[in-house]
């Protein structure tokens, strides 16, 4: 049985564009539930309509080759700093690690993100292990994983039990203050690394095991050859840079309620350019399957269906308001029950 929306909070926005740009209401109290909807998610109605006008969109689709190239690059440069910043005085380590070890970490994040839509080359398995590769620096195993998950994400958003980027019931109820708040956005790295656990646990298989021995062989020689500091620039750095960083706004940015009736936000801001452009969100929901190098053209096909949706204008203020509006909270998001109990079991193991 389907939740119905709340009584207090309108109706989801229209996915058809809208000639006239609406009247966007912001949040304007505190809630103290998710925004239940039965409607499906709007990106798959949305693409069906573009690809109708414009079916030429089809020509934006598929891998991008400088892709690999700015992964290898990535993971070279960060590799040279960790063995190297044994040598630093703490006042540049510290600096070094947060401006470009946390950036570089989060750009290789969404470096993994880009290839979980096979999008660094034409074939599946060298995505794959092109994945395992933009995952060394990081520190953590994750890229297999992430891929399960977020396509997940994708075709399931806001379906409850499924998309885990949705906090949980638990999240909710702690952070709605400013200080609970704020203590989420330093370590939200650990929320949501550990939520799929809890919410929508898989069975690991060999691939995730290759994750692992790969990202732990690398950290071992990390250790040996640059040392504990070594180590601890990329671990520290991969923290930071999904915490109180620039780049992280994104993760609170992309889907929560900020204008009631919307579910996701694009942002067309400088930070794009060390993020494969995750920023244009919509975008990328409507056709995963494109590129970041080729998400403007998207916009720039159909502009109408994009340019009367709210978009943020920095991720930094994303940030700040989150912690600092005390209308917006964990459970400022659009959640589903649309799928069946057996359904969902039987994705466990896919």
């Given at each position: 049985m389907c939740k119905v929306e709340k009584s207090n909070l309108p109706p989801m926005a229209p996915?058809?564009?809208q000639a006239i740009k609406p009247k966007f209401v912001k949040a304007h109290?505190?809630?103290s539930d998710f925004h239940w909807t039965p409607t499906d998610e709007p990106h798959a109605t949305r693409r069906k309509l573009i690809m109708a006008k414009y079916p030429e969109v089809k020509k934006l689709f598929g891998h991008c080759w400088k892709t690999k190239y700015i992964i290898a690059a990535t993971v070279a440069l960060q590799t040279?700093?960790?063995?190297?910043?044994?040598y630093w005085s703490w006042p540049a380590y510290?600096?070094?690690m947060y401006c470009i070890g946390g950036t570089a970490n989060h750009a290789m994040m969404m470096g993994m993100h880009e290839v979980s839509h096979n999008l660094g080359f034409k074939?599946?398995?060298?995505n794959k292990l092109l994945g395992i590769f933009a995952n060394l620096p990081i520190g953590v195993p994750s890229s297999i994983s992430f891929k399960r998950y977020h396509l997940e994400h994708h075709r399931y958003q806001g379906e409850d039990g499924v998309d885990v980027d949705l906090p949980t019931e638990f999240e909710a109820k702690i952070f709605t203050n400013k200080f609970t708040k704020l203590f989420f956005v330093f370590f939200q790295l650990f929320f949501y690394g550990g939520r799929p656990l809890l919410v929508n646990p898989k069975t690991l298989g060999v691939w995730e095991f290759a994750n692992a021995v790969a990202c732990l062989s690398y950290n071992y020689a990390i250790y040996v050859y640059g040392g504990l500091s070594g180590l601890l620039y990329l671990l520290i750095g991969t923290l930071l840079g999904c915490g109180v960083h620039p780049v992280a706004g994104h993760f609170i940015g992309e889907h929560y309620e900020f204008i009631l009736g919307y579910e996701t936000y694009s942002y067309y801001g400088i930070l794009n350019r060390v993020t494969f452009n995750v920023g244009l969100h919509n975008e990328h929901h409507d056709f995963p399957f494109v590129p970041?190098?080729?998400l403007h053209q998207v916009r720039a096909?159909?502009?109408e269906f994009y340019e009367n949706l709210p978009s943020h204008?920095?991720?930094?203020?994303?940030?700040?308001?989150?912690?600092?509006?005390?209308n917006i909270n964990a459970y400022s998001r659009v959640k589903r029950h649309n799928l069946s109990d057996d359904v969902k079991e039987k994705m466990k193991s896919d």
């Open positions: 996915v058809e564009p109290e505190p809630q040279y700093l960790a063995l190297n910043a044994q510290l600096l070094i074939k599946p398995l060298h970041g190098s080729r096909l159909a502009p204008k920095s991720w930094v203020k994303v940030l700040v308001d989150y912690v600092m509006d005390d």
